[in-house]
């Protein structure tokens, strides 16, 4: 079985990316790995460049900034990594920037994709997601965060990344997957932050045009974490090699979990959820065999 991992990065020191964690954290079941790198502001290149020179294979992009729709140029540096990747593999371990895998889900997903790989009609692996927000030991528990999403797919020209590369499509379908009994720790909101004001500045401009950034993201040097809904105390351990980044946080984060920043409507929503695990109305992009 042979397996390729692949991710897009840009500006990573600049927004404060864990890039080298998330890579670091798959690359145990990755016999080779492809980085789109697009043109920074900072030393992105020297920083991925010494991850594994054996097995990382970087090409470098250019973003087409003038994109400001959809967040439809992640799907694109997310394509050309996957394009990049060998044919001959089996799957394609996906992980974006801010995604790190607990390394007690190696053994789990490896047996997934071992029993898997001969049946075609699996064609991706079905991940659980943990959502920090404002530091380590807070996780998002509203319907505002996406419970699961498909990280490993089929080596298959015929996939492409979907909409602002949160899943994918082969032939304009959903994929048909199976669960990979592992779960993605998600650190896109624990930044420093200024670091976090400066990253939703920036990147609400591939979504949105100045006017809708001026007005909901703001000028503010600092982003503003209290506006939360809900969060819930984090209990478990981090993956080893998001130890030292931890250790190094330079701001307090402290939440309530008792709030409830909800509408009624979306209390009981909440509620329903929490007492029978089922969320209403909740959209899956992926069909689940």
């Known amino acids: 079985m042979k397996v390729s991992g692949f991710s897009f990065i840009r500006n990573a020191i600049k927004y404060d990316y864990p890039i080298v964690e998330a890579i670091e954290s798959v690359l145990p079941l990755c016999d080779e790995f492809v980085l789109a790198v697009g043109n920074s502001d900072d030393d992105t290149m020297k920083l991925v460049s010494g991850i ?57 997903v490896y047996n997934a994709m071992k029993l898997y790989k001969d049946n075609q009609q699996v064609e991706g692996l079905l991940f659980k997601y943990v959502h920090f927000y404002g530091s380590y030991d807070y996780i998002g528990d509203s319907r505002r965060w996406y419970r699961n999403e498909v990280r490993v797919v089929r080596a298959r020209k015929e996939i492409q990344s979907y909409r602002d590369a949160q899943g994918f499509r082969i032939n304009g379908k959903k994929l048909k997957v199976r669960p990979a009994n592992a779960e993605i720790y998600h650190y896109g909101w624990v930044k420093n932050p200024y670091d976090m004001q400066k990253k939703h500045q ?13 007005e909901n993201v703001g000028d503010s040097e600092l982003f503003d974490y209290s506006k939360i809904d809900s969060l819930n105390g984090f209990k478990g351990d981090h993956p080893k090699c998001m130890q030292k980044r931890i250790n190094n946080i330079n701001w307090k984060f402290s939440f309530d979990p008792t709030v409830k920043k909800m509408s009624l409507k979306n209390k009981i929503l909440y509620k329903l959820e929490k007492l029978t695990g089922y969320r209403v109305g909740e959209y899956k992009n992926y069909k689940l065999l």
């Open 52 to 108: 594994n020179p054996a097995k990382i294979k970087i090409i470098e992009t250019t973003w087409d900034d003038s994109k400001r729709e959809g967040g439809k140029v992640l799907a694109e540096e997310t394509n050309k990594a996957f394009q990049a990747v060998s044919r001959d593999s089996d799957w394609a371990f996906y992980i974006q920037g801010d995604e790190v895998m607990h390394e007690k889900y190696i053994e789990n």
């Open 202 to 214: 920036s990147f609400h401009k591939y979504w949105h045009d100045d006017q809708w950034v001026k």
